[in-house]
Nanobody
Framework: QVQLVESGGGLVQPGGSLRLSCAAS????????VGWFRQAPGKEREAISCIGSTPDDTTFGSHSVKDRFTVSRDNAKNTVYLQMDSLKPEDTAVYYC?????????????????????WGQGTQVTVSS
């Protein structure tokens, strides 16, 4: 069966960096768009980044993480990464990756969680001094 496993979360000080990984089994990630979402306590799930399927690999990101977070993929490892720099306390949340096979109009629809089929269990990121 399909399984997505996020890792790399933890406690980091403001201004620090983390790299999250989304490793897949039972699915070949390069054929899918992969999105990153986060959810803070008491808040709705927020879309923060997405990478299109290979060979396109176009990336999208929300304004809240623009120029701080970078999404990439390593097809040989069947893994997608989220590099997070200049972290702020408001970045504290559980971070999820998810796959999306619907690729049309990705530029307009990447942030909608409804069209993502498979989700990981999430990894906690806490930004605090």
């Amino acid at each position: 069966q399909v399984q997505l496993v996020e890792s790399g979360g933890g406690l980091v000080q403001p201004g620090g960096s983390l790299r999250l990984s989304c490793a897949a089994s039972g699915i070949i990630l390069k054929y899918y768009a992969v999105g990153w979402f986060r959810q803070a306590p008491g808040k709705e799930r927020e879309a923060i980044s997405c990478i299109g399927s290979t060979p396109d690999d176009t990336t999208f990101g929300s304004h809240s993480v623009k120029d701080r977070f970078t999404v990439s993929r390593d097809n040989a490892k069947n893994t997608v990464y989220l590099q997070m720099d200049s972290l702020k306390p408001e970045d504290t949340a559980v971070y999820y990756c998810a796959t999306r096979s619907l690729l049309q109009r990705l530029w307009a629809l990447w942030s909608s969680p409804n069209d993502y089929e498979y989700w990981g269990q999430g990894t906690q990121v806490t930004v605090s001094s």
